[in-house]
């Protein structure tokens, strides 16, 4: 497939893995960090300043902005590495940040260093190049295509957990995390992939940890030292790149035209016949199995861990699948999953209470308001699911697992910026309904025929790139 001359950032980076590759000329400039000495004159919000702050932070960062947030309000400011952070937790603030004023920002930490593994897929691009995969890449997750993914999902969920037997303890975040991939690279690949789920499956841990692990704005600088660390992130970026590259040129080279994602992808074309190149494929397709699975997998492990501790919702449970599953031949199948009310109701307060995307980092491009205070252009800003959707203005008793609260369209009467696990506007999540459809399966097929229950205490969290629960979460099987 043939790069087109107008598209220099792919010319740039043709020969070079994603790693080593710069960061495409087209994107906005990289606004310059603002340090304490930039600041004079300016009118910044207060906020914690303590000499153990970036300690704090890095020990439990939920708790470290639930508690600025209790003690400053919704708009603090503190410093990391020496560079300004600015927190935007109100609704009216989430809402000015990712929709209404979107253009004065580009993604924040951690992404550019996601752009290593990932390429230039939709998570990681900025503008201009992003607006043109999302309109390239929006078919196969509108909601009309979505139904035909629902018989591959509930398929593969029924194959995977007849493994499990009467009694078993089973590791619920390893075999959740392993279903849901299966499902995406089902659907993204058909049997392609197979052959290198495993491989795939280590390589996106280790590049994964090591993001994770040194995510504090400029430590991406030791990404190049001779440290065996660091050059192991640059193998396993290599290592998904080359498969996902081999793939998708196995693919174009064997001219099959199958209607999975891929093939989707591979036909896509813009009203004036400008497609995907194949380079552009392989980026997006590592970036839909990454944010394809690990997220919806964390959701489903809490879920279970929450209906361990509230087993009064799985008969009823048990009813809603009997009769979701009795329509399973019908057109409208996906519909009636996603609209069945208990299973919805406990999905949503999982997503408020433990949102696999818990931090939305972003920059300021320019100098812009923010629920009228003044945020310079360069700050740090942070918007993040897990303290706005903790906000007991808006939802009562916050802390507590209340899944009768989403009834009578409670969602609508919220305020926008409320409530936003897949966040919002041009940036949301372009698999929400894709996740929605699968995690409301997967519950209730287990639920329609078993009980899981925890073998030892509700798990802690382990909050990192994604919120996701320490350790594996033994949990009994039990049939019903
Ligand atoms: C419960 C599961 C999921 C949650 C809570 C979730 C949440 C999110 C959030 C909050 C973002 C925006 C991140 C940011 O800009 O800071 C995002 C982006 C994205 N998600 Fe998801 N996601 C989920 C599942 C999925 C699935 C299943 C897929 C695909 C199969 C997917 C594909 C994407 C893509 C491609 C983006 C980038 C969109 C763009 O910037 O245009 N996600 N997701």
Same mark, same amino acid.
């Given at each position: 497939?043939?790069?087109k001359?107008?598209?220099?950032?792919?010319?740039?980076?043709?020969d070079?893995?994603?790693f080593?590759?710069?960061?495409?000329?087209?994107?906005?400039p990289?606004?310059?960090?603002?340090?304490?000495r930039?600041?004079?004159?300016?009118?910044?919000?207060?906020?914690?300043?303590?000499?153990?702050?970036?300690?704090?932070?890095?020990?439990?960062?939920?708790?470290?902005?639930?508690?600025?947030?209790?003690e400053?309000?919704?708009?603090?400011?503190?410093?990391?590495?020496?560079q300004l952070?600015?927190?935007a937790?109100?609704?009216?603030?989430?809402n000015?940040?990712?929709?209404?004023?979107?253009?004065?920002?580009?993604?924040?930490?951690?992404?550019?260093?996601?752009?290593?593994?990932?390429?230039s897929?939709?998570?990681? #691009?900025?503008?201009?190049?992003?607006?043109?995969?999302?309109?390239?890449?929006?078919?196969?997750?509108? @909601?009309?295509?979505?139904?035909?993914?629902?018989?591959?999902?509930?398929?593969?969920?029924?194959?995977?957990?007849?493994?499990?037997?009467?009694?078993?303890?089973v590791?619920?975040?390893?075999?959740?995390?392993?279903l849901?991939?299966?499902i995406?690279?089902?659907?993204?690949?058909?049997?392609?992939?197979?052959a290198?789920?495993?491989?795939?499956?280590?390589?996106?841990?280790?590049?994964?940890?090591?993001?994770?692990?040194?995510?504090?704005?400029?430590?991406?600088?030791l990404?190049?030292?001779? @440290?065996?660390?660091?050059?192991?992130?640059?193998?396993?970026? #290599?290592?998904?790149?080359?498969?996902?590259?081999r793939?998708? #040129?196995e %693919?174009?080279?064997?001219?099959?035209?199958?209607?999975?994602?891929?093939?989707?992808?591979?036909?896509?074309?813009?009203?004036?016949?400008?497609?995907?190149?194949? %380079?552009?494929i392989?980026?997006?397709?590592?970036?839909?199995?990454?944010?394809?699975?690990?997220t919806?997998?964390?959701?489903?492990?809490?879920?279970?861990?929450?209906?361990?501790?509230?087993?009064?919702?799985w008969?009823?449970?048990?009813?809603?699948?009997?009769?979701?599953?009795?329509?399973?031949?019908?057109?409208?199948?996906?519909?009636?999953?996603?609209?069945?009310?208990?299973?919805?109701?406990?999905?949503?307060?999982?997503?408020?209470?433990?949102?696999p995307?818990?931090?939305?980092?972003?920059?300021?491009?320019?100098?812009?308001?923010?629920?009228?205070?003044?945020?310079?252009?360069g700050?740090?800003v942070?918007v993040?699911?897990?303290?706005?959707?903790?906000?007991e203005?808006?939802?009562?008793?916050?802390?507590?697992?209340?899944?009768?609260?989403?009834?009578?369209?409670?969602?609508?009467?919220l305020?926008?910026?409320?409530?936003?696990?897949?966040?919002?506007?041009? %940036?949301?999540?372009?698999?929400?309904q894709?996740?929605?459809?699968?995690?409301? @399966?997967?519950?209730l097929?287990i639920?329609?025929?078993?009980?899981?229950?925890?073998?030892?205490?509700?798990?802690?969290?382990?909050?990192?790139?994604?919120?996701r629960?320490?350790?594996?979460?033994?949990?009994?099987?039990?049939?019903?």
């Amino acid at each position: 497939m043939a790069f087109k001359t107008r598209k220099p950032y792919l010319e740039a980076m043709v020969d070079l893995a994603p790693f080593q590759s710069p960061r495409p000329d087209e994107y906005a400039p990289m606004p310059k960090p603002l340090k304490r000495r930039d600041l004079k004159g300016l009118n910044i919000p207060d906020g914690p300043r303590s000499p153990l702050l970036t300690l704090r932070f890095q020990k439990d960062t939920p708790a470290f902005l639930i508690n600025a947030k209790a003690e400053y309000g919704d708009c603090s400011s503190f410093f990391l590495a020496g560079q300004l952070f600015i927190t935007a937790f109100s609704p009216e603030m989430v809402n000015e940040v990712t929709v209404s004023k979107q253009g004065s920002f580009i993604k924040g930490v951690g992404f550019d260093r996601m752009r290593k593994v990932l390429g230039s897929g939709l998570l990681t #691009n900025e503008e201009p190049i992003h607006l043109r995969h999302r309109r390239l890449m929006q078919s196969p997750f509108h @909601i009309s295509k979505i139904s035909t993914y629902a018989q591959t999902m509930l398929g593969l969920t029924r194959k995977h957990i007849s493994n499990w037997r009467d009694g078993q303890v089973v590791a619920i975040g390893p075999e959740m995390m392993s279903l849901t991939f299966d499902i995406v690279a089902d659907i993204l690949f058909g049997t392609d992939i197979s052959a290198d789920t495993k491989r795939v499956q280590d390589s996106m841990h280790i590049a994964i940890d090591r993001i994770e692990r040194t995510m504090l704005p400029g430590l991406d600088r030791l990404d190049n030292l001779p @440290i065996p660390y660091f050059r192991k992130f640059e193998r396993a970026a #290599n290592e998904l790149h080359d498969v996902a590259t081999r793939i998708v #040129n196995e %693919r174009i080279a064997s001219g099959v035209k199958r209607d999975d994602l891929m093939g989707v992808l591979l036909e896509a074309q813009t009203v004036d016949g400008e497609k995907l190149s194949a %380079r552009e494929i392989s980026d997006e397709t590592l970036t839909l199995i990454l944010s394809g699975h690990e997220t919806t997998a964390n959701v489903l492990t809490w879920t279970f861990a929450y209906l361990s501790q509230n087993p009064k919702y799985w008969d009823d449970l048990a009813k809603e699948a009997d009769e979701v599953f009795a329509r399973e031949g019908d057109e409208d199948f996906a519909r009636v999953i996603l609209a069945a009310p208990l299973s919805g109701a406990i999905f949503s307060e999982v997503l408020r209470l433990a949102p696999p995307v818990w931090i939305s980092p972003r920059r300021a491009l320019e100098d812009v308001t923010l629920g009228g205070r003044q945020i310079p252009k360069g700050a740090h800003v942070l918007v993040s699911q897990y303290v706005t959707q903790r906000d007991e203005n808006y939802f009562s008793s916050p802390n507590e697992f209340i899944p009768e609260r989403w009834s009578n369209d409670f969602e609508k009467s919220l305020p926008r910026g409320a409530y936003f696990p897949f966040l919002a506007g041009s %940036r949301k999540c372009l698999g929400d309904q894709f996740a929605l459809l699968e995690g409301r @399966i997967i519950i209730l097929e287990i639920a329609r025929q078993a009980r899981l229950s925890l073998t030892g205490a509700f798990p802690k969290a382990q909050p990192r790139a994604t919120y996701r629960p320490k350790g594996a979460v033994a949990m009994r099987y039990e049939l019903i």
